[in-house]
């Protein structure tokens, strides 16, 4: 089936430096979507992209369709970045988001 | 394939009015969802739930309430609809919370005048 593979599963920072998150799509996908898994368990959504790219303050996102991936930039890493991020992808007429892996960022002092 | 079902599939609402949009899941999944869709933005969880009889606070939950009365149901209500409350509703069951596929229901197109 329909698969999101997300990588790396786990990451390290120190503050202040910067990294990416990336996610490969076994097929073509209609969209994607970035999340962060705040403290309290609920998705907090980053991004939504259905072609091209994104940026918000320190955060920039791709997505390429015809190439199948998606790319989460992190810059100047902060302390409060720190948490498990996810990202989804839309399967054209599926009616459903499958989610990656999920990537768990720590940010060091 | 996980069923997941909306009810209604439309509705039109007036302003101040009480809406309760329903969902019904066959999967014996333990979380479900609320998500809201603007067009041209993502879906945002608006409520959630992991167990019946217990609701959780999703990104967006002012002015939504949830009900969860069964693990087969969870309910998304609004007390007093207001137009920015016009949107794509999307109701999701999955059997743990997140890296795991969300299965949607079809979705209640809800507009509010």
């Known amino acids: 089936g329909d698969q999101v593979e997300q990588s790396p599963s786990a990451l390290s920072l120190h503050e202040g430096t910067g990294s990416a998150l990336r996610c490969n799509f076994t097929t073509t996908m209609r969209a994607v979507q970035w999340f962060r898994k705040n403290s309290r368990g609920s998705l907090i959504n980053l991004f939504y992209l259905a072609s091209g790219t994104k940026e918000n303050g320190r955060l920039k996102s791709a997505f390429d369709s015809k190439e199948r991936y998606s790319t989460l930039h992190i810059r100047d890493a902060q302390l409060e970045d720190s948490g498990t991020y996810f990202c989804?992808?839309?399967?054209?007429?599926?009616?459903?988001?499958?989610f990656g892996q999920g990537t768990k960022l720590s940010i060091k002092p | 394939e996980a069923a997941v079902t909306q009810s209604p599939r439309s509705k039109v609402a007036v302003t101040g009015g009480k809406v309760t949009l329903s969902c019904h899941q066959t999967?014996?999944?333990?979380?479900m969802y609320w998500y809201r869709q603007d067009t041209g933005h993502g879906l945002r969880l608006i409520h959630y739930s992991y167990v019946a009889d217990s609701t959780e606070k999703g990104d967006i939950p002012d002015g939504y309430k949830a009900s969860r009365p069964s693990q087969e149901n969870f309910s998304l209500i609004l007390e007093l609809a207001s137009l920015s409350q016009t949107a794509v509703y999307f109701c999701?069951?999955?059997?743990?919370?997140?890296?795991?596929?969300?299965?949607f229901g079809s979705g209640t197109r809800l507009t509010v005048l």
């Open positions: 989804a992808a839309e399967a054209y007429n599926q009616g459903k988001l499958i």
């Open positions: 999967n014996n999944h333990d979380y």
């Open positions: 999701a069951s999955s059997g743990t919370f997140s890296a795991e596929t969300l299965y």
